[in-house]
T-cell receptor, first 112, second 116 residues
């Protein structure tokens, strides 16, 4: 079983739609969680951190359920520019250092 | 502020040849990472440097891959000899926190390697 699992998609949605991505992680000791965005043939960039209380950044809302080891990302009012791959990321602490484990990503395609 | 620089951007080699990639992290960033991203997968950490010391190389295929970070700044990743399955994008990233904490990682544009 992979340490971070995501639905690969693709999710094809019209502009203005609301779309949700889910992610599960297997290491219960993970303490930090993130969503990174990766455009086609580009490098990943941090979209947002995910906090236990849930957090929102404009049209983006991230939720964390530690008991279920589940992370979600909700995008409201989708824009064409939201088309990208969304990577779920968790940390694993080893030997006093933190290492990020990336999921395979969920691909989103927003169409007119 | 300048981002993470990588070169070359593209490289095509034949199997059993050698190749080297170069990375210049953001100035002042203590931690440097090399990732391998195979098509359709997320980035996989190959090696992590804290200043010029290695803190994690557990997923580096040491029989063929090597990396160094001299003087705690630039880094090179070498593959010798390359195999077909090494075809991937090699991403370099850096982060500020010198204490091994959680910090945003900034990625370079990557080197796309094709092994024929």
């Amino acid at each position: 079983r992979k340490e971070v699992e995501q639905d690969p998609g693709p999710f094809n949605v019209p502009e203005g739609a609301t779309v949700a991505f889910n992610c599960t992680y297997s290491n219960s000791a993970s303490q930090s969680f993130f969503w990174y965005r990766q455009d086609c043939r580009k490098e990943p960039k941090l979209l947002m951190s995910v906090y236990s209380s849930g957090n929102e950044d404009g049209r983006f809302t991230a939720q964390l359920n530690r008991a279920s080891q589940y992370i979600s990302l909700l995008i409201r009012d989708s824009k064409l520019s939201d088309s990208a791959t969304y990577l779920c990321v968790v940390n694993r602490r080893t030997g006093g250092y933190n290492k990020l484990i990336f999921g395979a990503g969920t691909r989103l395609a927003v169409h007119p | 502020e300048a981002g993470v620089a990588q070169s070359p951007r593209y490289k095509i080699i034949e199997k059993r040849q050698s190749v080297a990639f170069w990375c210049n992290p953001i100035s002042g960033h203590a931690t440097l990472y090399w990732y391998q991203q195979i098509l359709g997968q997320g980035p996989k950490l190959l090696i992590q440097f804290q200043n010029n010391g290695v803190v994690d190389d557990s997923q580096l295929p040491k029989d063929r891959f090597s990396a160094e970070r001299l003087k705690g700044v630039d880094s090179t990743l070498k593959i010798q000899p390359a195999k077909l399955e090494d075809s991937a994008v090699y991403l370099c990233a850096s982060s500020l926190d010198p204490s091994g904490g959680i910090d945003e990682q900034f990625f370079g544009p990557g080197t796309r390697l094709t092994v024929l």
